[in-house]
């Protein structure tokens, strides 16, 4: 299986047998995995986001002729917990500019340590070395309440801002 190592993360893209498992029941991909049970729950407008990022991802993470770690997501599993505490995703494989779109978010008892910070590097660092990538965007919501954070993230991470900040 394959996964990326950070000094303090192991980063997992799902293939498409944990990917059904993490839409059935979490705690059976957790196990599945050899995982703690990490009880990760996200609420709101996260739920439905994602509810509709299983159905591109369980569409075309099974698809041969495409790399499931862009169609996935990638568990974000703190080494020494042994548990998941986060989540990132590509949506989808490199456009015709090399251009990708990778989105995150982290358990609340885990942000302001610096541990999505390690993810989002690392990730974006495999996109633009071996994925084939060129560009990898990350959009913030200015009217969110995590904005700033957001916005210190990316810049720690190496990404600019342009209209939208992106890393190279």
Not at 39 to 46: T, W
Not at 72 to 96: D, M, Q, Y
Not at 137 to 158: P, R, W
Request: proline fraction near 1%.
């Amino acid at each position: 299986m394959f996964e990326l190592k950070t000094k303090r993360l192991r980063l997992i893209p799902l293939d498409y047998d944990n990917l059904m498992l993490l839409k059935e029941s979490r705690a059976d991909m957790e196990h599945n995995l050899g995982l703690n049970n990490s009880e990760l729950n996200f609420s709101g407008e996260y739920r439905d986001t994602r509810a509709e990022a299983f159905e591109f991802w369980l569409e075309n993470a099974h698809n041969d002729s495409s790399d499931y770690r862009w169609h996935t997501n990638w568990e974000v599993v703190h080494t020494k917990k042994n548990r998941s505490i986060g989540g990132a995703s590509f949506l989808g494989e490199p456009n015709k500019k090399g251009e990708v779109i990778l989105g995150y978010i982290i358990d609340k008892d885990f942000r302001n340590k610096g541990y999505m910070t390690e993810a989002v590097s690392a990730i974006s660092d495999w996109a633009l070395q071996h994925g084939g990538a060129k560009r990898v965007i990350s959009f913030i919501e200015h009217n969110s309440k995590d904005s700033k954070a957001v916005n210190k993230l990316l810049k720690k991470c190496g990404f600019k801002k342009e209209v939208r900040y992106v890393k190279q």
